[in-house]
């Protein structure tokens, strides 16, 4: 997926986006219909999405970008900003404040691709009661907080969830957990 | 120097979904510009919800699927053009010279040094930062050296992201890029470290209108 991805930013290949778009589109179409309820809205939004992948997938690093994290991350800005109208605050990494990334080793390609693998592995790892929590916040896009109250638990119980599922992905990447 | 107090995982995973407020995420944006590590931790939670992505087993039809590949197919017809590759070149500013990193110098309308501070007594100033988001209240503080964090609102969350200087907060020391999370269970007393000002930002629980002027009665009784 990422060599497709990096030839749709490379040459605009037209055949290479259509894989692409058919793999992601109905993945992305199911998420915002769980967050929009309206499947007029989710279309649409699934729709921007994958044209903001195809005009954006020269910046993709095909090297230690995660193809299903980057389109997650264009999915989930367009839908806050669709929803909010108010500006979203974020990091810019060409501000001359920003503190960069210190330097990657040589071999982060490799370990990019292995990531994805032991992630996998990782969260089919998770109790159930850790999985739903991220089900819950991505999918559902609550809080920690509505999370607590949605399923009844103290909020304590919460945070603790979720530092142990993401304690424990962390180190499946090898991480500090 | 390595950012020593990161944000919990909970704030960051409520950054990651997308759930959190204008409010909290100014505050949270910004202790990411200054924290590598935290910036690493959000992209596993990225890298996770990417993979819960691919885990979807979407219920559309095929037929579905071929509507919308000739929606796209005639918007990018229409004009959809690629955006070419290629890195921003990075403006020429010392790094340094900046104590407010983005967002928050774009929401301040400047750096520490244009902005107009007002004072709160004893020597510290603040500036209110609007937003449009009425559930929290977002605001720069300058604190004298040595002296201790006025009273700016507490009773809920409260976050605080160092900027320059630093604080000590019940033996522990806060500096540039530090975040502390605060919640009503906490007692907290920061103090400015003597032998520079401390600049934070602080966002709160927007104090309900008629809890300001009930607090401000109750507030001797109780003692809060």
């Known amino acids: 997926m990422a060599r497709l991805l990096a030839a749709v930013g490379r040459d605009a290949s037209m055949e290479a986006f259509e894989v692409v778009f058919r793999n992601y589109a109905p993945r992305i179409r199911s998420y915002m219909m769980r967050l929009v309820r309206d499947p007029q809205m989710a279309e649409e939004l699934m729709q921007e999405t994958m044209m903001t992948v195809w005009r954006k997938a020269a910046l993709f690093d095909a090297e230690k970008g995660n193809v299903s994290a980057w389109i997650f991350t264009i999915a989930r800005n367009l839908r806050t900003d669709s929803f909010r109208r108010t500006r979203r605050a974020d990091f810019d990494p060409n501000d001359p404040a920003f503190v960069p990334d210190p330097e990657q080793p040589a071999d982060a390609a490799f370990e990019a691709r292995e990531a994805e693998a032991r992630l996998h592995e990782a969260m089919k790892g998770l109790p159930a009661e850790q999985r739903d929590l991220l089900h819950l916040a991505f999918f559902e896009e609550v809080s920690h907080s509505e999370i607590a109250s949605r399923l009844a638990l103290p909020l304590g119980t919460v945070k603790s969830r979720i530092r142990l599922a993401f304690g424990k992905l962390r180190s499946a990447l090898g991480e500090r957990p | ?224």
């Open chain 2, 1 to 224: 120097m390595s950012v020593r107090h990161q944000v919990s995982d909970e704030l960051l995973l409520d950054y990651a979904s997308g759930s959190l407020s204008e409010g909290w995420r100014i505050a949270v944006a910004s202790h990411l510009a200054l924290c590598p590590q935290s910036r690493r931790r959000l992209a596993v939670m990225e890298l996770t919800a990417g993979a819960l992505i691919e885990e979807e087993q979407p219920e559309s039809s095929t037929a579905d699927d071929d509507d919308a590949w000739s929606a796209m197919r005639t918007r990018l017809a229409a004009g959809g053009g690629a955006l070419s590759g290629g890195v921003d070149t990075p403006r020429p500013v010392s790094r340094d010279a900046i104590v407010l990193p983005e967002p928050l110098r774009s929401y301040a309308g400047g750096d520490v040094g244009s902005l107009k501070w007002r004072p709160l007594g004893r020597g510290a100033y603040h500036i209110l930062i609007p937003t449009a988001d009425k559930s929290t209240s977002v605001r720069l503080l300058r604190i004298p050296a040595g002296k201790p964090v006025p009273e700016h609102g507490h009773g809920g969350r409260e976050l605080t992201l160092v900027l320059s200087g630093s604080f000590n907060d019940g033996g522990e020391v806060f500096a540039r890029g530090d975040l502390e999370e605060a919640d009503e269970t906490l007692e907290h007393q920061p103090v400015a470290t003597p032998g520079e000002d401390c600049i934070c930002l602080a966002v709160t629980d927007a104090p309900l209108k008629f809890r300001s002027w009930l607090v401000r009665l109750v507030q001797p009784v109780l003692g809060i």
